[in-house]
């Protein structure tokens, strides 16, 4: 148990001095397969279809706020869509902006699960998003747990349904629509993920909640457990034909990856770690908050609180250059203690 | 002198500058009724767009039932559905955007509060210290 803790403290150390490296690095894989699933899964326009621009794209993903994975990916989705047919962009667009007028403007957070269930989805490792979701958001994440399930089946509906359509020369714009539409609303794996995912997110939302002790392993593992039997369950009685063996291996890398989610957020909170300069008459300030979450190495795991305000904050202080203090590097080998005393005994004499 | 209490305070100033003053200080500007009022006004506009949009999608998936139908239509009925549509869709969104709104402007007016509660304190730690600093001046009291 104590090489756990000591190998969880390593890793956090090693992240805590490689922050800023690490978190672009995150960024750039998660953009580089949400963009390969867009492309995979339309790529009806060969101009973006290219591994070359994913690359760059990725790469100004990395730089950027996370919310650009969402911007790009949005753009992407909708440049597709409108090469494969103008009706189906538009359609595209109406989802895109129904989405952002009833839900999203909301919780603009959120957004990034647009993006981020399709790729998950194409990965085999759908649990994920609900499992996260429940662990980090509030109870109308499964709402975005809904709309993203939704954008990985219209995707797939656009690939199964509509591009044969176009293929064989029928350009009815308004059986093209309705086809869309109902293949959407009428598709069995789209209803099962869709319960299987809500039910989930808020079976882990309100596990994580309860004041026991290892409540976050404990929602994890019930949200895992009740994934799997809901999806198998409702996809036999509705007859999705959903696989199984794969839901169930999807299902054990979503708890890894869920704990793991876990490891950051709860044990150290290092996904909160604010990085702030600011500078008063005699000094420029570095400082680096790190939330107050982490246990002690020798004491044992505190009780979860999720509004601990304290902070470690970390000082890396410069001094003005023009200040002239006795803190300057000049003074550094001056005893000034040792020669106020002799001041002062000089004045007593 | 570094000072660990106006360091953590200094800190807790920047994080809120950092995070929260764009938004929170916007808000806390508006009276209560005002900002809640724009919240509303601004719902009225996207719920209305949001539900053109929506009965567009409608009518393109009825599209063949309308035209085989159209003379069989009572149009009286099918307006007085879609208006009640409309002011049920407005009215739970009109709550859903009231309730956000209020909890955002209560928010954002104790952030306010506690971030100007923090300058005046990091302004008496400043002046306490420059006092020290005086008093504490080699030779300074025994002149």
Same mark, same amino acid.
């Given at each position: ?8 403290? =390593? ?10 490296? #690490? ?26 279809? !290219? ?123 308004? #059986?093209?629509?309705? =086809? ?5 609303? +009428? ?19 309100? /596990? ?12 994890? *593992? ?34 890894? /990856? ?48 999720? +509004?601990?305000?304290? =902070?470690?904050? =970390? /000082? ?13 590097? *000049? ?13 002062? $005994?000089?004045?007593?004499? | ?97 009231? /309730? ?17 509660? $923090? ?21 300074? !009291?025994?002149?």
């Amino acid at each position: 148990m104590s090489t756990m803790l000591e190998w969880k403290e =390593k890793t956090l150390d090693f992240y805590d001095k490689y922050r800023q490296y #690490v978190q672009l690095i995150l960024k750039f894989v998660l953009a580089f397969i949400v963009f390969l699933t867009i492309n995979r899964e339309l790529g009806y326009l060969q101009l973006i279809d !290219n591994l070359f621009v994913v690359l760059i794209l990725a790469l100004l993903c990395a730089i950027l706020p996370l919310s650009a994975i969402v911007v790009f990916g949005g753009i992407m989705i909708l440049l597709h869509t409108f090469a494969l047919g103008l009706e189906v962009g538009v359609l595209t667009l109406i989802f895109f902006l129904l989405m952002y007028l009833l839900f999203f403007r909301f919780t603009p957070k959120d957004t990034l699960a647009v993006v981020i269930t399709p790729a998950a989805f194409s990965v085999g490792i759908p649990g994920v998003i609900p499992l996260t979701a429940g662990l980090l958001g509030g109870p109308a994440s499964a709402i975005s747990v809904c709309i993203g399930t939704f954008c990985y089946y219209y995707l797939k509906v656009i690939k199964k349904v509509i591009k044969p359509v176009k293929k064989a020369g029928n350009n009815d714009i308004l #059986v093209n629509l309705q =086809k869309l539409i109902d293949g959407i609303l +009428n598709n069995k794996a789209f209803l099962v993920f869709m319960i299987s995912g809500v039910a989930v997110s808020v079976i882990v939302y309100v /596990i994580h909640r309860l004041s026991v002790k290892y409540a976050w392993y404990l929602a994890i *593992g019930v949200g895992c457990v009740s994934y799997v039997i809901i999806t198998a369950v409702s996809g036999a009685v509705m007859g999705a034909g959903i696989s199984v063996p794969k839901l169930l291996l999807g299902t054990v890398v979503s708890g890894g /990856i869920a704990l793991i989610v876990d490891f950051f957020c709860f044990n150290a909170d290092y996904s909160n770690i604010e990085s702030l300069q600011y500078e008063d008459d005699s000094y420029f300030y570095y400082v680096k908050a790190v939330p107050k979450k982490r246990s002690d190495m020798t004491n044992e795991r505190p009780a979860r609180e999720t +509004n601990k305000t304290n =902070k470690n904050i =970390k /000082i890396d202080k410069r001094m003005d250059e023009n200040t002239d203090t006795d803190r300057s590097g *000049g003074y550094s080998d001056v005893n000034f203690r040792e020669k106020l005393e002799k001041s002062l $005994d000089d004045i007593d004499r | 002198m570094i000072s660990k209490e106006r360091i953590a305070l200094m800190t807790d100033l920047s994080l809120f500058e950092k995070r929260e003053e764009k938004r929170y200080l916007r808000i806390s500007k508006y009276y209560r009724s005002d900002y809640i009022g724009i919240s509303l006004l601004k719902n009225f506009f996207t719920v209305t767009i949001a539900y053109v949009l929506i009965l567009l999608l409608i009518s393109i998936c009825e599209m063949d039932h309308v035209m085989y139908k159209l003379s069989e239509i009572k149009f009286r009925p099918l307006t007085l559905r879609m208006v009640v549509g409309y002011i049920l869709l407005l009215a739970a969104y009109s709550v859903i955007t009231y /309730i956000i709104s209020s909890v955002r402007y209560k928010e954002a007016k104790k952030g306010v509060e506690t971030y100007e509660e $923090d300058l005046k304190k990091l302004e008496r730690l400043y002046k306490k210290e420059s006092g020290q600093a005086r008093h504490k001046r080699p030779g300074g !009291n025994r002149s």
